[in-house]
């Protein structure tokens, strides 16, 4: 069925005319400088690209001159133009004049500093734009292309001067393909003149892009090397370089002390390195290791896969066993609902009712949802558990959801023929009545749901 004619689009707005339509806009613009500005960077553009970049260049100094508060609507009005500006300059500037495109592109960048400085960017928005703006630089840097001493230059005054929010962190990633090896080795150079150590993130980052092993790992001491992060960083890269027997060598020269807390770090690296070495056995050691000790789902299905037929069936068996005894009975849970095993959930749950802290409602309320359709009673702990830490450490915020989960427990204890030693779900209400009558929020909440008549529990 065809638009109606007063449908706001591009063809019933055609059929205004041009005369018309100019005079619609003069109209709209009148006391929105906002609506101005962008009409006369249209017209600009459509005169050359250098009047669209003198239009530009003269609106960009101007905000990077202002000190005024952004307050979340002055931010969204900005984002707005700022955005019209970057379409501009990686448009019909880029194209017609891609050396004045590329200076715009870095003034339009380094306007991140003081932007930030004036706003708090809360939604991200303004820190989306400018990562938005970083990734589409080296395009214009590619149609540019500009000196390689040059751009190394500007690339180090904008990391000293304009990154102390971290906005332009990504920044010698993203241009080492534009700035090729002879621009990348002016870049260390330009920091190196600059006193930059070269353990510094730019000089590591600098390394990474050219795939300088060497320089990488020749930045940390031994004692550095002796650090778990460290040695995994390190080692990561030199098997990238297929430096297998080196990256064993460095992982195995990592302190025990923090092997206690971050032997997880070093694991994969490791891993990886025994199975180019061609030890098999001994890296899937270190994968049935990991999955004991971390739970880590990722490791025992690599494990499993790298089984005989038939192997891979006990020995998972035996492997969601140990997650059911697992010391920590939080992640135990967490991992048999992402496996999934819901019936070894549910014995968990089961296995110690009292035990689970309310406070993991993050984890409790999709566990109970994954639970309640084949194991009720399960679920109803999990949901009991949140109830009750709700209303035993007095947390309004958290009544309406309390209330809910109360509400559902009362619908699953229909389904519930066997309480075993729990309290049945009046026996449960009950107590709670008399315990926290206090509590008129929760007791306000829970009357205004509608609850189930009590069946047999």
Not at 127 to 141: D, I, N, Y
Not at 144 to 155: C, D, F, L, M, T
Request: proline residues 4%; negative net charge.
């Amino acid at each position: 069925m065809p638009a109606a004619r007063t449908t706001l689009n591009a063809r019933n707005l055609e059929a205004l005319g041009a005369a018309r339509l100019a005079e619609l806009l003069l109209e709209l613009s009148q006391g929105n400088a906002a609506a101005k500005r962008r009409l006369r960077l249209a017209l600009a553009e459509g005169r050359s690209a250098e009047e669209a970049a003198q239009e530009v260049r003269k609106r960009l100094r101007t905000i990077d001159q202002a000190s005024t508060f952004l307050d979340a609507a002055k931010r969204r009005t900005l984002l707005t133009e700022l955005e019209g500006h970057l379409a501009t300059v990686t448009g019909s500037i880029r194209t017609e004049a891609p050396a004045i495109a590329h200076e715009l592109h870095w003034q339009l960048l380094e306007l991140s500093e003081g932007l930030f400085d004036r706003s708090h960017d809360g939604s991200g928005s303004l820190s989306g734009f400018f990562q938005r703006v970083l990734e589409a630089l080296p395009a214009t840097m590619v149609a540019a292309r500009p000196v390689p001493e040059a751009a190394a230059e500007r690339i180090a005054e904008a990391l000293m001067e304009c990154n102390g929010y971290r906005q332009l962190d990504r920044l010698v990633g993203l241009l080492a393909e534009p700035l090729g090896r002879e621009g990348l080795e002016a870049l260390r150079g330009e920091f190196r003149a600059r006193g930059t150590p070269e353990r510094s993130a730019v000089m590591l980052a600098i390394a990474d892009a050219m795939g300088d092993v060497d320089a990488f790992a020749g930045s940390f001491s031994a004692e550095d090397l002796r650090r778990p992060s460290v040695a995994a960083a390190v080692a990561e890269r030199l098997l990238a370089a297929g430096r297998a027997e080196e990256a064993l060598a460095t992982l195995e020269g990592v302190d025990e002390e923090g092997l206690q807390w971050l032997g997880a770090v070093v694991r994969r690296p490791r891993i990886e390195a025994l199975e180019a070495l061609g030890r098999r056995q001994e890296a899937q050691g270190e994968r049935w290791q990991g999955f004991l000790e971390d739970l880590d789902a990722g490791l025992l299905r690599e494990y499993l896969r790298r089984l005989d037929d038939f192997e891979d069936v006990q020995a998972e068996e035996e492997a969601l066993d140990r997650a059911l005894a697992h010391e920590d009975p939080a992640e135990a849970l967490d991992f048999l609902l992402a496996w999934p095993d819901l019936r070894r959930a549910a014995e968990l749950v089961l296995r110690q009712p009292h035990r689970w802290n309310g406070e993991a409602y993050g984890l409790y309320g999709p566990a109970a949802e994954q639970l309640e359709a084949g194991h009720p009673l399960a679920a109803t702990v999990l949901l009991r558990a949140m109830v009750s830490f709700a209303l035993e450490h007095s947390r309004p915020k958290r009544y309406p959801y309390a209330a809910q989960h109360l509400l559902r427990c009362a619908q699953l204890a229909q389904r519930i023929e066997h309480w075993h030693d729990l309290p049945t779900h009046q026996e449960f209400e009950d107590d709670l009545r008399v315990r926290f009558w206090r509590r008129i929020g929760f007791w306000q909440e829970v009357d205004g749901l509608q609850m189930p008549s009590h069946g047999p529990g």
